[in-house]
């Protein structure tokens, strides 16, 4: 009995140490101003860093991170840290098939920053993080 514990504790970790750790997703600080910056950050480089914020009025807001992204790249463009100034962060809002660029920390409340490698496909089938700041005027 004490052997077949042992293989599937083997088995069971070694599968474990074989699977693909996905990169962190963070945004630090958590409540900011006008006057802050905002760090995201990744833990290995990110392939592709698509990020959509969804505005405390429900709008879908879609960055490009490498807009804001700290040099150096790598020579295929991956970055692990963009630094964003909350006074002149834009975003692009698509509506009836047109792009518009907007300011995007325009409105008091919680933003949910939401990034994946892919954003057109479902959390599980992404590498996929979500995480919420929220802004106050002062």
Do not use: H
């Amino acid at each position: 009995m004490l052997r077949k514990w042992l293989a599937s504790l083997i088995v069971l970790t070694s599968c474990t140490a074989t699977q693909e750790q996905a990169p962190d997703f963070s945004l630090k600080p958590g409540t900011v101003d006008a006057d802050s910056t905002l760090v995201i950050s990744f833990s290995e480089y990110f392939k592709k860093a698509e990020i959509a914020v969804t505005t405390p009025s429900n709008k879908r807001v879609y960055l490009r991170l490498r807009d804001w992204a700290a040099p150096p790249f790598t020579e295929l463009g991956y970055f692990t840290e963009a630094e964003l100034k909350i006074s002149q962060v834009t975003g692009r809002i698509w509506k009836d098939g047109v792009s518009t660029d907007v300011k995007l920390f325009s409105e008091e409340g919680c933003y949910l920053f939401t990034a994946a490698d892919i954003l057109e496909t479902e959390p599980e089938n992404a590498q996929w993080f979500e995480e919420t700041v929220c802004y106050s005027k002062n």
